[in-house]
């Protein structure tokens, strides 16, 4: 298989000061399962972009197999027995590739665009997010399915997933890549521990950068004491003065002058030197999540419940209690009713046609936060929609500057976000608005690894209520008090 040469690789959107790729130089072999990770905003997706030649930039990357990229925007035209023995290799119905794309579900899209990807031979597979719309049966195929492939590209934020499927992880960091020959979650354990000793050392040298600073100021004492002896061996005495005296304070001051000038120049380049050392530590930061204490012990209470969307059954014989407290985990395979259950108690169901029939008991008052999946919703900059929606705009700003936000940014439309950023910005309005009830579909999709962690934290920390749909097993898992399948 083809190597991958990149040298010197230096690449900035136009219109932002940030760089992406600064200078940098390292070496792929195309036969590796390779997962690409790293914080949103960082490049990931462009980073493909680059491999296929779709972006300009200054350095060279050579040795770049014909690419063919997930997601497609078109079908490419297989052959059509190679597809269906591509989705049949996913646990997919093979009879999908004869149905009009709009009529799929997410998952199944989802699969027939892979079994395309990989019915294009001799093209190199640049995998983007594959998993958002697959339930946790079809995460657990298609990881399957890729793990007996070889040679592709895979950005993905689901650690399970990335384990059973790659076998080298590239990570771009604050500073550049950084290539492991392991699986996602052996780099990462490796790189909380470097993290642990970085920020043990970032504590030491914030210290040393104390007594630098305070040795900076007492140098600034020592060059005034220093320019009084100068004054004072230039001044015209009163009385006659001895010339050695006068000549013995003017080489005093010559020498403290210089002593001060050489300790000034050290303590700089010190502060420059141990200021270099601390880029590398991602921000760490705790956010908190506070909701509000409805009088009601249970919240909802569902018994017999049928959901329909626009007349037609979507599930039925649906059994849910939600008790102040409690968070549960809503599972069940792509079209079962999940999102269409966390739509109509969210209120949004006249908007999609859907209704309930059946024993339904949602308490009085209950003010409720909504999560979907769709961020389209999203429209203008960041601030102007916290004003649309109430919220607080410093603890809005607080919560994203914290997790890696500029203050620029704030101001942006939320447009030029990444997909990642914007449904971060979905999530913070949502923590912005101390609810009763927190309801969550698929929160965690295009969000990163660094992010997802925090999130798990502070959802399982908190003793806030909340319903929410995530395929992501290992966030399901720490996160839940219950699961309940539909």
């Known amino acids: 298989m083809p190597i991958i040469n990149i040298s010197d690789l230096t690449f900035g959107y136009d219109g932002s000061e940030a760089v992406l790729f600064d200078d940098v130089t390292i070496t792929l072999d195309t036969s590796w399962k390779l997962a690409l990770a790293g914080r949103n905003g960082r490049g990931k997706t462009t ?6 030649g779709d972006l300009p930039y200054k350095g060279s ?8 990229i997930f997601p497609m925007n078109e079908l490419p035209d297989n052959e059509v027995w190679k597809v269906r023995k591509e989705l049949n290799l996913m646990d997919a119905d093979p ?5 009009p794309l709009e009529t799929l579900s997410g998952g199944e899209r989802t699969k027939l665009m892979l079994a395309n990807l990989f019915s294009s031979e001799g093209r190199y597979p640049l995998i983007d997010e594959p998993t958002n719309h697959l339930d946790r049966q079809g995460r657990e195929a298609v990881s399957e399915y890729l793990s007996k492939k070889e040679g592709f590209i895979l950005i993905s934020h689901d650690r399970a997933f990335l384990d059973r499927c790659t076998d080298h992880t590239l990570v771009i960091t604050k500073t550049g890549l ?17 993290m642990a000793g970085e920020k043990a050392r970032n504590d030491q040298l914030k210290k040393e950068m104390t007594a630098i600073d305070a040795a900076m100021k007492k140098n600034a004492q020592w060059s005034s004491k220093a320019e009084g002896y100068k004054n004072r061996s230039k001044a015209p005495s009163k009385v006659a003065e001895d010339h050695f005296r006068r000549a013995y304070e003017a080489e005093k001051a ?5 002593a ?4 000034e120049r050290r303590n700089e380049r010190k502060l420059e030197e141990k200021q270099s050392l601390l880029k590398d530590l991602e921000r760490s930061e705790r956010l908190k999540i506070e909701g509000t204490k409805h009088h009601s012990r249970d919240l909802v209470i569902l018994r017999d419940v049928t959901l329909k969307r626009r007349g037609e059954v979507v599930k039925d014989h649906v059994d849910l209690t939600v008790e102040r407290g409690m968070k549960i985990s809503l599972q069940g395979k792509n079209g079962c009713g999940k999102s269409t259950l966390i739509k109509f108690l969210a209120g949004l169901g006249d908007a999609e046609g859907i209704t309930a029939e059946g024993d339904i008991s949602i308490a009085r008052g209950l003010k409720i936060s909504y999560v979907g999946q769709d961020t389209s919703s999203l429209k203008g900059p960041v601030f102007d929609i916290a004003s649309e929606r109430g919220c607080d705009k410093t603890l809005l700003s607080t919560i994203l500057i914290k997790m890696g936000f500029t203050k620029e940014m704030l101001y942006r439309d939320v447009q030029a976000l990444s997909l990642g950023q914007k449904k971060f910005v979905m999530l913070a309005l949502s923590l912005c608005e101390h609810a009763d009830l927190y309801l969550w579909d698929e929160p965690l999709n295009y969000i990163d690894v660094y992010l997802r962690e925090e999130i798990e934290r502070l959802v399982r920390d908190s003793d ?3 319903l929410f749909v995530e395929h992501d097993r290992t966030f399901a898992c720490l996160v839940q008090d219950k699961e309940v399948t539909l």
């Open 178 to 194: 950084e290539l492991s020959a392991a699986t996602y979650s052996v780099w990462w354990e490796n790189n909380e521990k470097r």
């Open 254 to 258: 010559r020498k403290l002058m210089a």
């Open 47 to 52: 980073f493909f972009k680059l491999l296929s």
């Open 260 to 263: 001060s000038k050489n300790l």
């Open 95 to 99: 009879d999908i590739i004869y149905r």
């Open 61 to 68: 990357i050579t040795g770049v197999p014909e690419t063919v």
């Open 464 to 466: 806030v209520t909340m």
